[in-house]
């Protein structure tokens, strides 16, 4: 019965119009994208500086349901901090502008000399990061949608470093390709979160060749391992800790923050060292703790660098009587690792 419900649900009579205009829309954003790809190095950079400051303040307007679930989130998390809704739009406006001003650079970095690249992105702490690889086993670049955090691999990979990023690709499996070769093109190397035993594989695969795997893990929504994130009892990812504890790789934060000058620099934190007490289901739990507290201290330094977007849809204090994972499907989801 539970198998007809599905099939039937599959073919809706608005299910193929849906898909046309999904198609469209990928189309769309393929043309746009590669036309401005190609022109980029022949446009002044005032103009870019206007363009993308122009396309900051219209998403902001006609985006205006993220815009407000970013307040919402900030008024949950930061309430202290920030009292007033006007400081809290302020914030948002500020991480606003942070994304649009992060597509930018990520772009013109595809074009630009690794010369160029080191010279824009300073490192601080790059000695906790060649340390961790001293050990031969991989290092997990534990970060989140703070700063440019698309430019985390491509610093890395100005300094030579071996870079795989695990990352969520678009539906479209040809706008997903394109993605992937431009990431390419600035050295970065992908492995799609999805289909998950793959996935699993290419981890695998990357920390066994000792390269640096950066993993994005703010986003505490649902599933996961229950943990105090801004006060607030909610569902952090278990990957990250497995994955370390599993194949013995260093976990190491890593972050691209600008300053108010729009200068960027990326910060390599100390290794977190692993709670390691035998039974690894509690392991995976107090790891994940570890870790969102790193992700957390560092959201609350740079507030208005995150996009605050990360907690349950709707922006409502997230629901603790949430069903936990079964036993059954835990130890389904540690096997795969």
Known sequence: MAS??????????????????????????????????????????????????????????????????????????????????????????????NFAQGILETTRFMHAPKEQICATVAIEGEEHLKRALAKGRGVIALSAHLGNF????????????????????????????????????????TISAKPRREAVRGLLKALRANHVLLIIADEFKSGG???????????????PATLALRTGAATVPMFVTRDARDRLTLRIEPEIELVQSGDREQDVADNTVRFTRHLEAMIRRYPDQWNWLGFQRGGGKPRRGKRKPQPEERASTDAAL
């Open 4 to 97: 007809l419900k599905k099939k039937r649900k599959r073919q809706r009579p608005l299910d193929p119009l849906i898909a046309a205009l999904d198609w469209a829309r990928y189309r769309v954003g393929e043309f746009c994208m590669r036309g401005f790809v190609r022109l980029l190095p022949w446009l002044p950079a005032g103009f870019l500086a206007a363009v993308t400051s122009a396309a900051g303040r219209a998403t902001f307007f006609l985006l205006w349901r993220y815009r407000l679930r970013m307040e919402q989130n900030l008024a949950l998390a930061m309430a202290d901090e920030l009292p007033s809704r006007a400081e809290r739009m302020a914030v948002v406006r500020r991480a606003w502008r």
């Open 150 to 189: 698309t430019i985390i691999g491509v610093r890395l990979g100005a300094s030579g470093y071996p870079f795989t990023a695990l990352v969520k690709q678009p539906r479209d499996p040809r706008f997903a390709g394109l993605i992937d070769d431009y990431r390419l093109r600035a050295g970065v190397r």
């Open 225 to 239: 391992v229950p943990v105090e994130f801004f006060g607030l009892r909610s569902p952090a990812p278990r990957g």
